[in-house]
Nanobody, 125 residues
């Protein structure tokens, strides 16, 4: 079992920045690919970004490319999502997820085995 705890969400004005963190605990002797997803009110959960086990591969949904950066520190069992140039449409609950994905990254939520409780990000216009 792996437990994931997100932090770093909050209220920010459009154009501002936030950095989300996701700390993993439990069975962290195994390495997992990590992903960030988000869910806005009345919408389905959507893929945001993912990073491979080693950190050598990353993937982003088109709407955040050039604004968001995913990274990880395997010594700290933590993954980050740096969000710059935030827009009101980025408002959502952001979830991190861990998946037993051997190589590369995945965009589908079903590929991930463990999920955090989410952190709210609100971007005001």
């Amino acid at each position: 079992q792996v437990q994931l705890v997100e932090s770093g969400g909050g209220l920010v004005q459009a154009g501002g920045s936030l950095r989300l963190s996701c700390a993993a605990s439990g069975r962290t002797d195994r390495s997992y690919a990590m992903g960030w997803f988000r869910q806005a009110p009345g919408k389905e959960r959507e893929f945001v970004a993912a990073i491979s086990r080693s950190g050598s591969s990353t993937d982003y949904t088109d709407s955040v490319k050039g604004r968001f950066t995913i990274s990880r520190d395997n010594r700290k069992n933590t993954v980050y999502l740096q969000m710059n140039s935030l827009k009101p449409e980025d408002t959502a609950v952001y979830y991190c997820a861990a998946g037993r994905i051997m190589y590369g990254t995945r965009r589908q939520a079903k590929e991930y085995d463990y999920w955090g409780q989410g952190t709210q990000v609100t971007v005001s216009s």
